[in-house]
Each structure stands twice: as C-alpha cells, then as structure tokens.
C-alpha cells in the first residue's frame, strides 16, 4: 500500500509566497515521477510541475518563472515552492507520484487528497 501525504497549503496574499510537501510512504521500490496538479473550482485538473527521479522538471506555462519543484529522493518527496503567487493560482494541489511498488512491479499512479491553496487579492 503506498499513501502520499500533502502539506504546506494555506491562505496568502497576491505576490506572497507558500511551500507544498508531499512524502510518499509504504511499500516502494522506486519512485519515477513526482509532481503537482491544481483543481480549481469547477474547472478540470491541471498540470503545475513535475520532476523525474534523475532530476529532469517540466512546468506548466502559468507557473515559469515562479514555482520550482524539487525532490528529495532519499526521503521520497517532493516539494513545490511558490512565488509570486496571483488569485488565478487558487485551487487544490493534489501530489501525484508513479511509483512501482516492488521490483517487479509496473508503475502505478497514486494521488495525495490534496491542500487548498488560496490566493486573496
């Protein structure tokens, strides 16, 4: 069984500034992909950031220049640093991971329950 736990969401002001862990726990032999996407309101999941276990990052256009994800592989987790944080960037963050359980395992996609994010005007 693997669990991916969330924290760091919170309410701020515009042009203010957050920081989002999530830590993957259980049965895993490796962790390919970690990352972030946002659920806003009424609206569809969207991509924020993600990163492989050798390093490589892909971001959303939205959030160049000012989100950074990074990992910490031997701790199994990601964070996403947020800055320069606008009202458009409200939403719930869910933490997403393609982990393989065991050696012999396929990859297998698995989902945290998500921190709110709200950014006020």
């Known amino acids: 069984q693997v669990q991916l736990a969330e924290s760091g969401g919170g309410l701020v002001q515009s042009g203010g500034s957050l920081r989002l862990s999530c830590s993957a726990s259980?049965?895993?032999?490796?962790?390919?992909?970690m990352g972030w996407y946002r659920q806003a309101p009424g609206k569809q999941r969207d991509l924020v950031a993600t990163a492989t276990s050798g390093g490589v990052t892909n971001y959303a256009e939205s959030v160049k220049g000012r989100f950074t994800i990074s990992r910490d592989n031997a701790k199994n987790t990601v964070y996403l640093q947020m800055n320069s944080l606008k009202p458009e960037d409200t939403g719930v963050y869910l933490c997403?991971?393609?982990?393989?359980?065991?050696?012999?395992?396929?990859?297998?996609?698995?989902w945290g329950q998500g921190t709110q994010v709200t950014v006020s005007s």
């Open positions: 259980g049965t895993i032999f490796k962790i390919n992909v």
């Open positions: 997403n991971a393609l982990i393989s359980p065991r050696s012999w395992d396929s990859s297998y996609n698995y």
